[in-house]
């Protein structure tokens, strides 16, 4: 072997050998994560695909699944509302209930996003509120924060009464019907008008059939 290949050789052994703490670290630290992962309730995973091979590119199916897995792995509304998946090698932890949700949301120090989910809205909407994290986050909530108090509401008690009364009127009719009843499109409707209510009359869609007769703009809204 010439001298050439022995120090090829050599520089590459001597790559390994740096690369081998690193890659001890990473398998550890990787460990940790999958034991603290399967702590929680879910699905069997397989290698390299994870849960993925039960899913359903159909929408609909989909979203029944989710709420089978809800229901067999997070003990439904009696549990905490929480179960895991692994998409391929990434772990994603479901939270489908308030009270488990707040203690994340509330908190002021577990503010991160995850590159894995926020990198193509990071090249979309850049460093927003939405997407930014550490110190760009907090000061850009301070400024927000006052905009978007609680008390900013309280104006706009009448339009929330107003619209929930015509909402709880559209339900009455089909509470003695003993049949099942899809509520999302009447919500979308109740929340489209309170939307649009502080704003000009003639723009409000109307969930009581006012200005009903323009479908395409309302299409549009919805």
Known sequence: MGLLALTALSIAISYLLAWIPSLIQWLLARKRLIQAIDRLPGPKALPLVGCAYQFSFDSYKFTYLMEDLFERYSDGLRGNGMFRLWIGPFPVVCICRADSAKVILESSVETSKPKEGYGRLQEWLGTSILTSNGERWRSKRKMLTPAFHF?????????????????????????????????????????????????PSDVVVGEDGVNSGQPAFQQSLL
Do not use: H, W, Y
């Open 151 to 199: 008390s900013i509401l309280n104006d706009f008690m009448t339009i929330f009464n107003k619209e929930a009364t015509i909402l709880l009127d559209q339900f009455s009719q089909f509470a003695d019907s003993r049949q099942s009843v899809d509520v999302f499109p009447l919500i979308k409707l109740c929340a489209l008008d309170i939307i649009c209510g502080p704003g």
